[in-house]
């Protein structure tokens, strides 16, 4: 198993002193060519599930395992490391530099890892071309419309060749028809590239590509049809649109 999270629990500090609830118990698995989805409103823990994920923070209780190694014993060193080589991300309120050419901001991640300049290029070319993406590379981040910014993103978290990803709303604020295609592209990378994909979003229907989803409440996973509202019909992988409409 390439990521396991076993009973991970996360509290964080208030300005009053109290101390909010994050996450509870929550557990999971995901090996290479897998795409696991999380979904849920905000504030549900996504966010704070994914950064766990990464070894950006660490759980007060239960264990990250990354490879078979436990991700909070390992040297800030190593985790470093995995992050530049290994582990990428795709963080929804990342914001780019302005002005920056989108192959350069692509290739950035290689050269941050000293690799030379020609090879970083003629990689983030690949990466583009992975995305759909390639006809991008000689513009600036500012001309993209918001598709094509998702893509140069996941372009720029691939570049790395990673084993695993981990894409925080992906297909947020995008056409059904671009969040459809995100989706698509995710899948492939777990498929063809043996990538394992971590992938949040607000809404069950974006995520209808994954292997599998989980629904975040509070911080803990649920049943969504515990939760369910009068009026409210809730929609899970299996189950196309068309099926839905006509239910």
């Known amino acids: ?6 009973r991970v629990s ?3 500090e208030r300005s009053s002193g109290a101390r909010k609830l994050a996450l509870t118990d929550v557990s999971l698995e995901l090996e290479r060519g897998q795409i696991l989805g999380i979904y849920g409103p905000s504030g549900a823990g996504k966010t704070t599930l994914l950064r766990i994920a990464a070894g950006l923070l660490a759980p007060e209780d239960g264990e990250v395992t990354y490879d078979g190694r436990r991700l909070n014993e390992l040297p800030a060193g190593e985790l470093m490391r995995l992050r530049r080589r290994e582990i990428a991300s795709v963080w929804a309120a990342e914001t780019p530099p302005a002005g920056l050419e989108v192959l350069e901001h692509v290739a950035m991640p290689l050269l941050v890892d000293d690799r030379d300049h020609r090879g970083a290029a003629l990689r983030a070319h690949e990466a583009l071309a992975a995305c759909e993406a390639d006809q991008c590379a000689e513009m600036t981040l500012e001309e993209l419309s918001d598709g094509e910014r998702q893509r140069v993103a996941i372009a720029r978290a691939i570049v790395i060749e990673p084993r695993l990803l981990l894409a925080d709303g ?3 604020n ?6 459809e295609s995100i989706m698509v592209l995710l899948s492939s990378l777990a498929r063809d590239a043996r990538v394992a994909v971590l992938v949040t979003d607000s809404d069950s229907e974006t995520l209808l590509g994954a292997d599998s989803v989980h629904y ?3 911080g803990r996973f649920v049943n969504p049809a515990a939760s369910t509202q009068a009026g409210k019909i809730y929609q899970f992988p299996g189950r196309s ?3 839905a409409a006509d239910a």
């Open 170 to 172: 992906p297909a947020r």
């Open 1 to 6: 198993m390439l990521l396991s999270l076993d």
């Open 241 to 243: 649109r068309q099926a």
């Open 216 to 218: 975040l409440l509070g």
């Open 174 to 179: 995008l056409s059904l028809v671009e969040q």
């Open 10 to 12: 996360k509290r964080f």
